[in-house]
């Protein structure tokens, strides 16, 4: 049986993490320009630079505001920074066109200036061994501060030496874990109070897995987030998806359940969310649709023409926001008249921490969540109706037929690991149902000591009936 627990979850997304409680008066507006780290005030626009170093290699330097993260306590910035040898072999022109690059991960103190690189590349590497080199993302504090996991990859996947981690730093001792590993590359991160959240699994605070989640053939998982208290994450598919579309697909870490929302995928400040000013349409992309406070309706628009507005921030109270007018200046505004202009020609800006939520146009977060069944393609479930199994009910293999196979996971080359016998009575897990893969539609059950997953039916022909 999947193990649930009903406690309120507090979850960060990618890059951004919960604020706490602090013994620091002003929380700064950090960005980086000219190869350095700088701290803004955001009262009176004041600058303090917080790094001066000696050899400031533009292409060793994070390069957008995904590789940053600040800790809940405003301390430090862990930041993904290019290895010294690949940067200059950028610079020599030696790769060609680049995409992602390696990375070490580094934890800036943003008090003292002081610097620890806490996960590097293997000693004697070169930027041409692409087997052994690094390449890490989605940089993650826990919401206490005391914790930051990534993922890590090196080779190419689907070969033999092709490693796929995440990987939790605990910054009081020092020490890094191996926390999971994957044969290929994950996709969402996020903390929750009892643990963490890698992909389609979550995980207690010890390693142990609580439950894992199994998606429709063609979905994907895109942004966690907190809606109306509960814990999603946002999925899609290319076969439901418009640009124009004005609604969000969410499915219940927990359960496994997916539903509808109308709205737009936005986000608030993490730590006040009821007074938040909201970015309406915001994708974790450097650039909002528009910014707007809920109580009075008023809005910010980004310029429409050169120079653009880039890298928005919000400030850890929700109550201002800022952001990089390309190659111009920083802008901080609150939407009540008070509006600072820095003169700093900054390449990434990153403040307080935000969550992803569900917004109207008008930036209510009031819309309900509805069951759909918009995945539930024939390609993707067959022509079959659903069978009327239940999460935590029983089913029966109908008698006269043959035998149904369990597999491992809801697919048709998974491995077989038992069979429920005609007329046989299973009990339904209590957690995920209905997954389709292979114009199939699976319930995932238990029978005589074997978990796992069998098929509802295939073609016009039915396999399984509900027990009362």
Not at 203 to 212: F, H, Q, V
Request: glycine share 10%; net charge negative; charged share 20%.
């Amino acid at each position: 049986m999947v193990k649930r627990f009903f406690v309120l979850l507090f979850m960060s997304v990618p890059g951004m993490v919960a604020v706490q409680a602090q013994d620091v008066a002003v929380i700064p507006v950090i960005a980086l320009a000219q190869g350095e780290f700088w701290a803004i005030n955001p009262d009176d626009g004041s600058l303090r630079q917080i790094t001066h170093y000696d050899d400031a290699l533009y292409y060793a330097q994070p390069g957008f505001q995904r590789d940053l993260a600040i800790s809940p306590d405003g301390r430090y910035l862990a930041y993904l920074k290019t290895p010294r040898f690949f940067a200059i072999a950028m610079k020599n022109n030696l790769l060609g066109n680049m995409g992602w690059t390696p990375s070490d991960v580094v934890l800036l103190n943003l008090t003292t200036g002081e610097e620890q690189v806490i996960a590097a590349q293997q000693p004697n590497v070169t930027y041409s061994d692409s087997v052994r080199l690094w390449y890490r993302w989605n940089l993650t504090w826990s919401p206490d501060g005391s914790q930051l996991a990534y993922y890590q990859y090196r080779g190419n996947q689907g070969e033999t030496h092709f490693q796929s981690e995440m990987i939790i730093y605990d910054l009081q001792s020092g020490q890094m874990t191996k926390a999971a590993e994957s044969s290929g590359y994950m996709g969402i991160l996020a903390w929750l109070r009892e643990g963490y959240h890698v992909d389609a699994a979550t995980y207690d605070a010890d390693g142990n897995l609580i439950t894992r989640h199994y998606l429709n053939d063609g979905m994907i998982l895109a942004q966690p987030l907190v809606y109306q208290g509960v814990e999603y994450v946002i999925v899609d598919s290319a076969d439901v998806s418009s640009p124009n579309r004005e609604h969000v697909y969410l499915m219940n870490l927990l359960t496994g359940d997916i539903g509808r929302v109308e709205g737009y995928e936005s986000s608030i400040s993490a730590t006040t969310p009821e007074s938040s000013l909201v970015f309406i349409k915001d994708d974790n992309d450097t650039r909002p649709w528009y910014v707007i406070d809920p109580q009075s309706g008023a809005i910010y628009n980004p310029p429409a023409s050169a120079p653009y507005a880039v890298d928005f921030a919000i400030s850890p109270d929700g109550k201002q926001f800022a952001y990089v007018l390309i190659g111009t200046n920083i802008h901080i505004s609150d939407l009540k008249g008070k509006d600072l202009v820095i003169d700093l020609a900054a390449n990434i800006i990153v403040w307080g921490s935000k969550r992803y939520t569900i917004a109207s146009r008008e930036g209510r977060q009031d819309m309900p969540v509805t069951p759909t069944t918009d995945f539930d393609t024939p390609q993707r479930c067959g022509k079959l109706a659903p069978v009327g199994l239940v999460a935590g009910g029983r089913g029966r293999v109908i008698a006269g037929s043959v035998a149904n196979r369990i597999r491992s996971t809801p697919d048709t080359e998974a491995g077989v690991i038992g069979q429920i016998p005609a007329g046989e009575v299973f009990a339904l897990v209590d957690g995920q149902q209905g997954v389709c893969s292979g114009g199939i539609r699976w319930a995932q059950v238990s029978y005589d000591g074997v978990t796992g997953w069998t098929a509802e039916g295939v073609g016009v022909q039915v396999f399984l009936e509900v027990v009362g």
